[in-house]
C-alpha cells in the first residue's frame, strides 16, 4: 500500500461531510435559520478531522519529506499552492468557529455564514481534487519503495498516537482553566 492511500481515504471521509454541509448551506439559505447545533458539528470536524489530523499529516510528513527532495518545479510550485490552501481553510475555520463560540456577542449576520459556508464549499473539493489527481501520484516518483513503507509506518504511528495527545492536551486545558477558575474564585 502507498502512503497515500490513507490520505486519499481520509478525502473521500472528507468529502461526506462537505456534502451533508453543502445542504445545510443550502437550507440555511432557503430559510434564514442557522442550526448552531449542526454547525457546530461540522466545524468541529473541520477544525479536529481536517485540520488538526488530515493536514498535519500531510505536512509534518508527506510534504515534509518531499521537501528534502529535488522535486520538479511544477510539482514542487503545487505543493506550494497546497500548503497556501490549507491556511486559507484554517483561517475561515478559525472565523466560524469564533462565530458559533462567541454567536451572542458576535453580531453575525446570516449572511455571513452563508458567505463563510460557501467560501469553504468553494476551495476546499477544488484542494481535493489536486492532491487526488495532480500531486499525489506524482509525488512517489521521488520516494523509493523503502522510503514509502517508512513514510505509511510514520502516518500510522500518527493515527495510533493522534486520540492519545489530543484527549491528552484537552485535558491540561481543562485542568488550567479550572485553575485559573478556582483562584479567581478564592481572590
Ligand atoms: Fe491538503
Ligand atoms: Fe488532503
Redesign the pocket.
Known amino acids: 500500500m502507498k502512503p497515500i492511500a490513507p490520505?486519499m481515504i481520509?478525502?473521500r471521509t472528507?468529502e461526506r461531510m462537505l456534502s451533508v454541509f453543502a445542504r445545510e448551506r443550502q437550507r440555511i439559505f432557503k430559510t434564514g435559520q442557522v442550526d448552531y447545533g449542526a454547525i457546530r458539528i461540522s466545524v468541529d470536524f473541520f477544525r479536529t478531522y481536517?485540520d488538526e489530523y488530515?493536514?498535519r499529516k500531510?505536512e509534518d510528513i508527506l510534504f515534509k519529506t518531499l521537501d528534502a527532495k529535488a522535486l520538479s518545479g511544477e510539482d514542487r510550485k503545487v505543493m506550494g499552492e497546497?500548503r497556501d490552501e490549507h491556511s486559507r481553510a484554517r483561517s475561515v475555520i478559525e472565523k466560524l468557529e469564533k462565530i458559533v463560540r462567541y454567536r451572542e456577542q458576535a453580531h453575525v449576520t446570516v449572511e455571513e455564514i452563508v458567505r463563510y459556508m460557501e467560501l469553504l464549499l468553494k476551495w476546499y473539493p477544488a484542494?481535493?481534487e489536486k492532491?487526488d489527481r495532480r500531486f499525489f501520484l506524482q509525488s512517489m516518483k521521488y520516494l523509493s519503495d523503502q522510503e514509502q513503507a517508512a513514510m505509511l509506518e510514520e502516518l500510522r504511528e500518527f493515527d495510533r498516537n493522534f486520540t492519545q495527545e489530543r484527549y491528552g492536551e484537552l485535558i491540561s486545558d481543562l485542568e488550567k482553566y479550572l485553575r485559573l477558575k478556582e483562584r479567581g474564585a478564592a481572590a
Open positions: 490520505l481520509e478525502h472528507i481536517i488530515h493536514h500531510e497546497l484542494h481535493v492532491e
